[in-house]
């Protein structure tokens, strides 16, 4: 049997592959339309180490730290952040809401710490330093910023501001003292 198209006929086979054609085009549309905006963003830029002890590793904004594999006696999160004594966590400097140092005290230390800002948050693991009782320039991930032309992007970041802190804090086996 032959179909019709046009003033030319075709074959069953060529109208049966026009129509998984369409029906592919208009599978991928659908996905494309019903697809998280989160699937089509580029994952996050850790950025620079700066001053801290252990460099960054970007992860998902939503996070946790029970999901990243980490066996916290207790978490603390800090939002809004701010400089201020929250129970065993001191954050001893912020700036421009950009960079926070940290203090731990009470006998604790941080196994690891999330900042969240932007669209991800950057992980700040010291489990193999055995945790530590402080650190310093700890950011969440960054973006690249246009060079003058616009049109590529030069060597600077742009930081972005830090949503949340979340510290994954524990005593057992912890050379406290460290930094």
Same mark, same amino acid.
């Given at each position: 049997?032959?179909?019709?198209? !046009?003033? %030319? @006929?075709? #074959? ?17 549309? $659908?996905?494309?339309? &019903?697809?998280?905006?989160? $699937? ?5 830029? +850790? !950025? ?7 460099? +960054?590793?970007?992860? /998902? ?11 916290? /006696?207790? @978490?603390?999160?800090? %939002? ?7 129970? +065993? ?11 926070? *140092?940290?203090?731990? /005290? ?23 330093? *055995? =945790? ?7 950011? $969440?991930?960054?973006? !690249?910023?246009?060079?003058? *032309?616009?049109? @590529?992007?030069? +060597? &600077?970041?742009?930081? /972005?501001?830090?949503? #949340?802190?979340?510290?994954?804090? =524990? #005593? ?8």
């Amino acid at each position: 049997m032959r179909a019709s198209i !046009g003033d %030319k @006929t075709a #074959s069953k086979r060529t109208m049966m592959g026009l129509r998984l054609i369409g029906l592919g085009l208009a599978t991928a549309a $659908a996905v494309a339309v &019903t697809a998280p905006a989160s $699937a089509f963003v580029a994952a996050p830029n +850790p !950025g620079p180490q700066l001053g801290a002890d252990v460099p +960054p590793t970007a992860v /998902e904004g939503d996070a946790t730290f029970k999901r990243l594999g980490f066996k916290c /006696e207790f @978490t603390l999160e800090v %939002k809004p952040v701010k400089k201020g004594q929250f129970g +065993p966590v001191s954050v001893t400097k912020v700036v421009r809401g950009k960079l926070v *140092d940290f203090r731990v /005290e009470d006998g604790l230390a941080a196994e690891g710490v999330l900042v969240r800002g932007g669209l991800g948050a950057n992980l700040y693991d010291y489990r193999a330093m *055995d =945790g530590v009782t402080k650190d310093q320039d700890l950011h $969440a991930p960054v973006v !690249g910023v246009p060079a003058p *032309d616009n049109k @590529t992007f030069g +060597p &600077t970041v742009r930081f /972005e501001k830090v949503r #949340s802190v979340e510290f994954c804090l =524990g #005593s057992g086996g912890y050379r406290l003292g460290q930094a």
